[in-house]
């Protein structure tokens, strides 16, 4: 039953004989209406701060959930992130690997053709030895010749010591020319 202040003051008793005394009773009921009003306004009060501590919660439970969901975001991010980048690092290190393989097959193959050049020009350097060779050997051959025809034509006229000049030593000709 509930009972406002203001029907306690307004509450009357009915008088008997050798009953209570009106003022004491009277005192008494105001006394509680002031009591009763001090704790409806004590609970009114409090009444209004677990509203307002309740919306403050609920407000706090708000941030809490935005806070969580933007951690548990962030942290899906932030995996997300570390696997593109461990992706991409895969790819960047196959791509190094690809590039190293391709770039030694091309130093291969040019020591090779290096190597292949060199002996072509061993060859070549060869070839032009001999055929140096079989010139200076012809040359010396068709000296010899004249000067064999040209000391018969002197000694048919006049022997001098000039044929021995023209002794060619074919030898040393083509240690020069090599």
Do not use: C, H, W
């Not at 403050?56 to 942290?75: C, G, H, R, S, V």
């Not at 770039?103 to 290096?114: C, G, V």
């Amino acid at each position: 039953m509930k009972i406002s202040p203001l029907e306690i003051r307004q509450q009357e008793f009915t008088k008997k004989m050798r009953g209570f005394d009106p003022d004491e009773v009277q005192s008494f009921l105001e006394s509680l209406a002031d009591e009763v009003q001090r704790l409806s306004e004590e609970n009114d009060t409090l009444k209004s701060e677990v509203e307002n501590l309740t919306e403050q919660i609920n407000e706090y439970k708000k941030i809490e959930k935005n806070l969580q969901d933007t951690l548990l975001k962030a942290q899906e991010n932030s995996t997300k992130s570390f696997e593109a980048a461990k992706k991409q690092t895969s790819l960047m290190l196959k791509e190094a690997e690809l590039k190293a393989a391709q770039i030694i097959e091309k130093a291969r193959e040019s020591t090779n053709d290096i190597r292949n050049a060199v002996v072509n020009l061993r060859e070549e350097k060869d070839l032009i030895i001999a055929k140096l060779k079989a010139i200076v050997n012809s040359q010396a051959n068709l000296l010899e010749l004249k000067v064999e025809r040209a000391g018969e034509e002197k000694s048919a006229g006049k022997k001098t010591d000039d044929s021995n000049k023209m002794d060619i030593d074919l030898n040393d000709i083509l240690n020069k020319i090599l």
